[in-house]
């Protein structure tokens, strides 16, 4: 099964905000990980958070962290129509050279 | 401007044919990865390389070969033993760094014919 879980589809309204929930395994994840893919294109990195933190904002988004839960969360306030894509989490684990472990992504829908 | 190419952005694969993606990056970035990507699937690992000359198996390398003999080059090859070979492919690259932040190309998309 997954290491890395997401659901697969959220709609919101456009202006109201986004919730999108992520859950891992790996108690030694050290950094996780959210990433945005339009159609047709490659990921692109929309922020990160050490696993010591609790919270981490950046304009319009708002990451949490649940340690306890191995929960994460992105937060897209006011969302807009360019907001409509794919959102992956993904978790670095301590000690592994190899890169990312990606959730199988939401695919956000925003409404007008 | 700096980044990763990947090319073709659409190639079309025969039975029995190899066939051949490119990533070429001027970031320099020491590792490189290999993703397949399949419609509502997460990114699957094929393959990385974190130093020229070198390059490890990710998850599912079997049906696929790669090289690394060049810092901002690591090209795919997608084998006739790669039966369901159908997917988007991603290229990615980082510096090495507690944080591994990943850069990725556009993508390829290969089909059978």
């Known amino acids: 099964g997954e290491d890395v879980e997401q659901s697969l589809f959220l709609s919101v309204r456009e202006g109201d905000s986004s919730v999108i929930n992520c859950t891992y395994t790996?108690?030694?994840?050290?950094?996780l990980y959210w990433y945005k893919q339009e159609p047709g294109a490659g990921l692109q990195l929309l922020t990160y958070i050490f696993s010591n933190m609790d919270m981490k904002q950046d304009q319009r988004l708002t990451v949490l962290l649940n340690k306890k839960d191995k929960h994460l969360s992105l937060r897209i306030a006011d969302t807009q129509t360019g907001d409509s894509a794919i959102y992956f989490c993904a978790e670095r684990r301590a000690g592994s050279a190899r890169q990312l472990t990606f959730g199988s992504g939401t695919q956000l829908t925003v409404l007008p | 401007d700096g980044g990763i190419t990947q090319s073709p952005k659409y190639l079309f694969r025969k039975e029995g044919q190899n066939v051949t993606l490119s990533c070429e990056q001027n970031l320099n970035h020491d590792a490189m990865y290999w993703y397949r990507q399949d419609p509502g699937q997460g990114l699957r690992l094929i393959y990385y390389?974190?130093?020229?000359?070198?390059?490890q198996k990710g998850d599912i390398a079997e049906g696929y070969s790669v090289s690394r003999e060049k810092k901002e080059s690591f090209p795919l090859t997608v084998t006739s033993a790669q039966k369901n070979p159908t997917a988007f492919y991603l290229c990615?690259?980082?510096?090495?760094?507690?944080?591994?932040?990943?850069?990725f190309g556009s993508g390829t998309q290969l089909s059978v014919l």
């Open positions: 990615a690259s980082s510096i090495t760094a507690p944080d591994e932040k990943l850069f």
């Open positions: 390389s974190q130093i020229v000359n070198d390059f």
């Open positions: 790996d108690s030694s994840s050290t950094y």
